[in-house]
């Protein structure tokens, strides 16, 4: 029986690579409080990235995405596991790019984090807010 995938996503994209198409095993789902990078077709792999812990995004729109209506958003974490990542190769970036950083905005408000707790690399602030 297929384990089907009943969440109700904000956002959900497939990498795109070659001529804009997505032809890639990459997809990127975005829920209210967390960001979740599945890649692989025959083994699965994937990344959850909570929402609050991403410090900095970085729009990248090269020619060779440009052309095709494409562009990445490189993105800087306070996560241990995972502290640099890429959104690689997604239509209409520009505006995911906002609403991410007006999402993550959102759940450092709704959490009550401010930038200096994130200055202290060994705390681990989990989900105890």
């Known amino acids: 029986m297929a384990n089907k995938d009943t969440t ?8 795109r690579t070659l001529f804009g198409l997505p032809l890639s ?13 599945e ?9 959850e990235i909570r929402l609050y812990r ?9 020619l060779s995405q440009r ?4 562009g990445s958003i490189h993105c800087c974490t306070a996560d241990k596991s ?13 505006e995911i790019k906002n609403m991410l950083s007006d999402m993550i905005e959102k759940e450092r408000q709704s959490k009550r984090i401010v ?15």
Not at 54 to 61: A, K, P, R, Y
Request: hydrophobic share 35%; aromatic share 16%.
């Open 8 to 15: 109700n996503y904000v956002w959900r994209e497939r990498k």
């Open 25 to 37: 095993f990459t997809v990127y789902k975005l829920t209210e409080e967390k960001l979740f990078i």
């Open 39 to 47: 890649t692989g077709f025959l083994s699965k792999k994937e990344e």
């Open 54 to 62: 991403i410090m900095d995004l970085t729009l990248n729109i090269p």
């Open 67 to 70: 052309i095709f209506g494409i």
């Open 82 to 94: 995972t502290p640099e990542f890429d959104i690689v190769g997604i239509k209409n970036s520009r």
């Open 115 to 129: 930038g200096r707790e994130y200055m202290d690399d060994d705390v681990d602030y989990g989900d105890h807010f």
